[in-house]
C-alpha cells in the first residue's frame, strides 16, 4: 500500500533546539497557587468612564476597514481632546470610507494630505506627527507596523491577533520589551482585559472564590463571517486582502483571529501558558480562502492541567462564546453575552457581576455601563496623560502564540509544544507584495496520511 500525505515541515517550519539564538523568553507569570486561599468578596477597579483631560493627542489609523473605523471612533469617545490625525490604508476607498464615516458619526476631520495609500502608507502615518498609531490592518502584518511605531516611539493601540506564525509572534515579544524599556505604552484589542464584569471575575478568582484552577473549557462557537468574491478589476492579492478573514496568511485562521479571545481569557485567569496542544479540526462548510471553519484543542499545561478549547464558524450550528474556569471550589462562568457569575462545587450561585447598564427602556442587560472597546482606549490615554507606561503587548503575543499552536496541530495531526513555537522559523505569507499574483500555496492543509490502496494488475 501507499501512504499520502503532507509535511508537517510546511505547517511547522524547522524547529531548532532549545535555547536556539534569538529565542525570547517570555516573562508572563506561570501557574497559580496550589494551596487555596481563604474567600471573601473584593472590589475590583476604580473605573474611569473617561479619560483625564490633557494636551491634545493626535492617533494615527493604519487599517481603515471596519474595526479601524470603529477603534477611530472608539479612541475619539475616549476622553477630550483625542483627535484621528492620520489615516492609512492599502486602498484609498477603505481611507475615504473611514474618512466620511468620521466626519458622519463624530464631525471630525482628516487632513487631506494626512491620508496615505499603498503598502507604504503605514510608515507615512508613522512619520505624520501623530502621537499615538492605531494598528488595525489584517493580523500579518502587525509585527512589522508594531516595530516600526516603537521604534519611531509612538504609544499603541494594536488590534489582536498580533502575528499570524512563530516568526511574528517572537518578533512582537521583543518588541513588547523594547517598547517597556522606552516607557511607552501598549494596549491590544483583547478587551476582556479591559471590560468590567470579566475583570470583577478575574478579580474574586484572584481571591481564591474557586480555589486553586484545576482545568477549564473556553468557546467560540458562532455562524460564518463575511467574504467577498473576487472582482475582474483586482488583482489576485488585493482580493486576498479584501478577503483577508478567509486566508491564514493574513488571518492566521480563525482560531487565531478571533478565538485568541478565548484563549486569552485561559491564559489570564491561569497566569500561564500551555506547553502542548494536541488538536483536529476540518473545513466543511467555507468555500472561499484555505482556512478551516472548525478546531477542537487540548490543551496541556506544565502542571498537568487540561483546558479544552472549541471553535467553529458555520451557519445554522450551536452559538456559544463563553469562558468556564474550573477551580477545586467551584468554577466561573465569563460570558459578554450573559452575565458573569461563579458558583460552588454544588452548582449554587456564590458571586454574580451586578453593575451592567441598562437599555433605554431602563431594562437591564449584560453590557457594562462602559463598552470595553472604548475602555482599553480610556486606559490608554490614561496610561498617557498620567506618565505611567502601560504594556499588555507581550502577554497578546503569548496568548496569539498559543492559538497557533493550536492551529498547527490541527493542521498536522500532530501534538505540538510550546518549545517547537519558540524556535521554529516558520514564516507565512508572501516575500513580495505588489497587486499582481499572489506566490504561496492555497490549498487546504489535511491531516495525517491518506491510504492509497495498491491497485492490483
Same mark, same amino acid.
Given at each position: 500500500?501507499?501512504?499520502?500525505?503532507?509535511?508537517?515541515?510546511?505547517?511547522?517550519?524547522?524547529?531548532?533546539?532549545?535555547?536556539?539564538?534569538?529565542? @525570547?523568553?517570555?516573562?508572563?507569570? $506561570?501557574?497559580?497557587?496550589?494551596?487555596?486561599?481563604?474567600?471573601?468578596?473584593?472590589?475590583?477597579?476604580?473605573?474611569?468612564?473617561?479619560?483625564?483631560?490633557?494636551?491634545?493627542?493626535?492617533?494615527?489609523?493604519?487599517?481603515?476597514?471596519?474595526?479601524?473605523?470603529?477603534?477611530?471612533?472608539?479612541?475619539?469617545?475616549?476622553?477630550?481632546?483625542?483627535?484621528?490625525?492620520?489615516?492609512?490604508? $492599502?486602498?484609498?476607498?477603505?481611507?475615504?470610507?473611514?474618512?466620511?464615516?468620521?466626519?458622519?458619526?463624530?464631525?471630525?476631520?482628516?487632513?487631506?494630505?494626512?491620508?496615505?495609500?499603498?503598502?507604504?502608507?503605514?510608515?507615512?502615518?508613522?512619520?505624520?506627527?501623530?502621537?499615538?498609531?492605531?494598528?488595525?490592518?489584517?493580523?500579518?502584518?502587525?509585527?512589522?507596523?508594531?516595530?516600526a511605531a516603537i521604534a519611531a516611539r509612538k504609544h499603541v493601540f494594536a488590534?489582536?491577533?498580533?502575528?499570524?506564525?512563530?516568526?511574528?509572534?517572537?518578533?512582537?515579544?521583543?518588541?513588547?520589551?523594547?517598547?517597556?524599556?522606552?516607557?511607552?505604552?501598549?494596549?491590544?484589542?483583547?478587551?476582556?482585559?479591559?471590560?468590567?464584569?470579566?475583570?470583577?471575575?478575574?478579580?474574586?478568582?484572584?481571591?481564591?472564590?474557586?480555589?486553586?484552577?484545576?482545568?477549564?473549557?473556553?468557546?467560540?462557537?458562532?455562524?460564518?463571517?463575511?467574504?467577498?468574491?473576487?472582482?475582474?478589476?483586482?488583482?489576485?492579492?488585493?482580493?486576498?486582502?479584501?478577503?483577508?478573514?478567509?486566508?491564514?496568511?493574513?488571518?492566521?485562521?480563525?482560531?487565531?483571529?478571533?478565538?485568541?479571545?478565548?484563549?486569552?481569557?485561559?491564559?489570564?485567569?491561569?497566569?500561564?501558558?500551555?506547553?502542548?496542544?494536541?488538536?483536529?479540526?476540518?473545513?466543511?462548510?467555507?468555500?472561499?480562502?484555505?482556512?478551516?471553519?472548525?478546531?477542537?484543542?487540548?490543551?496541556?499545561?506544565?502542571?498537568?492541567?487540561?483546558?479544552?478549547?472549541?471553535?467553529?464558524?458555520?451557519?445554522?450550528?450551536?452559538?456559544?462564546?463563553?469562558?468556564?474556569?474550573?477551580?477545586?471550589?467551584?468554577?466561573?462562568? $465569563?460570558?459578554?453575552?450573559?452575565?458573569?457569575?461563579?458558583?460552588?462545587?454544588?452548582?449554587?450561585?456564590?458571586?454574580?457581576?451586578?453593575?451592567?447598564?441598562?437599555?433605554?427602556?431602563?431594562?437591564? $442587560?449584560?453590557?457594562?455601563?462602559?463598552?470595553?472597546?472604548?475602555?482599553?482606549?480610556?486606559?490608554?490615554?490614561?496610561?498617557?496623560?498620567?506618565?505611567?507606561?502601560?504594556?499588555?503587548?507581550?502577554?497578546?503575543?503569548?496568548?496569539?502564540?498559543?492559538?497557533?499552536?493550536?492551529?498547527?496541530?490541527?493542521?498536522?495531526?500532530?501534538?505540538?509544544?510550546?518549545?517547537?513555537?519558540?524556535?521554529?522559523?516558520?514564516?507565512?505569507?508572501?516575500?513580495?507584495?505588489?497587486?499582481?499574483? @499572489?506566490?504561496?500555496?492555497?490549498?487546504?492543509?489535511?491531516?495525517?496520511?491518506?491510504?492509497?490502496?495498491?491497485?492490483?494488475?
Amino acid at each position: 500500500m501507499k501512504k499520502s500525505s503532507i509535511s508537517r515541515r510546511k505547517f511547522l517550519g524547522k524547529a531548532a533546539t532549545v535555547g536556539a539564538a534569538g529565542i @525570547v523568553v517570555p516573562s508572563i507569570l $506561570t501557574g497559580c497557587s496550589s494551596e487555596p486561599k481563604p474567600y471573601k468578596e473584593v472590589a475590583s477597579g476604580p473605573w474611569l468612564d473617561t479619560a483625564p483631560d490633557g494636551p491634545v493627542l493626535k492617533a494615527g489609523l493604519i487599517g481603515c476597514g471596519g474595526r479601524g473605523t470603529g477603534a477611530a471612533q472608539n479612541f475619539i469617545d475616549a476622553g477630550l481632546n483625542l483627535q484621528i490625525a492620520a489615516l492609512g490604508d $492599502t486602498f484609498k476607498d477603505k481611507v475615504e470610507s473611514t474618512r466620511a464615516t468620521l466626519i458622519k458619526n463624530r464631525n471630525h476631520e482628516v487632513p487631506e494630505d494626512k491620508c496615505f495609500v499603498g503598502f507604504d502608507a503605514f510608515q507615512k502615518v508613522i512619520d505624520s506627527g501623530v502621537d499615538i498609531i492605531i494598528l488595525a490592518t489584517p493580523p500579518f502584518f502587525r509585527p512589522e507596523h508594531l516595530a516600526a511605531a516603537i521604534a519611531a516611539r509612538k504609544h499603541v493601540f494594536a488590534e489582536k491577533p498580533v502575528c499570524v506564525d512563530p516568526t511574528g509572534a517572537r518578533s512582537v515579544m521583543a518588541t513588547a520589551i523594547k517598547a517597556k524599556e522606552l516607557g511607552l505604552s501598549i494596549v491590544t484589542g483583547t478587551q476582556r482585559r479591559h471590560q468590567r464584569d470579566y475583570v470583577a471575575a478575574y478579580t474574586q478568582v484572584q481571591a481564591g472564590a474557586i480555589g486553586h484552577i484545576v482545568g477549564g473549557n473556553v468557546y467560540w462557537n458562532q455562524n460564518r463571517l463575511w467574504h467577498r468574491d473576487p472582482d475582474p478589476s483586482w488583482s489576485e492579492m488585493e482580493w486576498m486582502i479584501r478577503n483577508w478573514v478567509n486566508w491564514t496568511w493574513l488571518s492566521g485562521d480563525h482560531i487565531v483571529e478571533q478565538h485568541v479571545h478565548n484563549l486569552d481569557v485561559m491564559n489570564w485567569f491561569t497566569g500561564s501558558h500551555p506547553v502542548k496542544a494536541t488538536a483536529f479540526g476540518s473545513r466543511l462548510r467555507r468555500y472561499t480562502g484555505d482556512q478551516y471553519d472548525n478546531f477542537s484543542v487540548d490543551y496541556i499545561f506544565e502542571n498537568g492541567m487540561h483546558f479544552h478549547s472549541m471553535c467553529r464558524q458555520i451557519n445554522g450550528t450551536s452559538g456559544n462564546v463563553a469562558e468556564m474556569v474550573f477551580g477545586s471550589d467551584g468554577y466561573v462562568h $465569563t460570558s459578554d453575552r450573559r452575565i458573569c457569575a461563579i458558583y460552588d462545587k454544588n452548582n449554587q450561585l456564590k458571586w454574580e457581576f451586578g453593575d451592567y447598564a441598562p437599555d433605554k427602556d431602563g431594562k437591564p $442587560t449584560h453590557n457594562p455601563k462602559v463598552s470595553p472597546s472604548v475602555q482599553e482606549h480610556i486606559e490608554l490615554v490614561t496610561s498617557i496623560r498620567t506618565q505611567k507606561p502601560f504594556n499588555e503587548l507581550e502577554n497578546t503575543a503569548i496568548s496569539t502564540m498559543t492559538a497557533i499552536m493550536g492551529r498547527i496541530s490541527a493542521y498536522t495531526g500532530k501534538d505540538t509544544s510550546w518549545d517547537e513555537m519558540m524556535n521554529s522559523d516558520l514564516k507565512i505569507g508572501p516575500t513580495v507584495f505588489e497587486l499582481g499574483p @499572489v506566490n504561496i500555496p492555497k490549498e487546504v492543509p489535511i491531516a495525517g496520511e491518506a491510504f492509497i490502496p495498491e491497485v492490483k494488475k
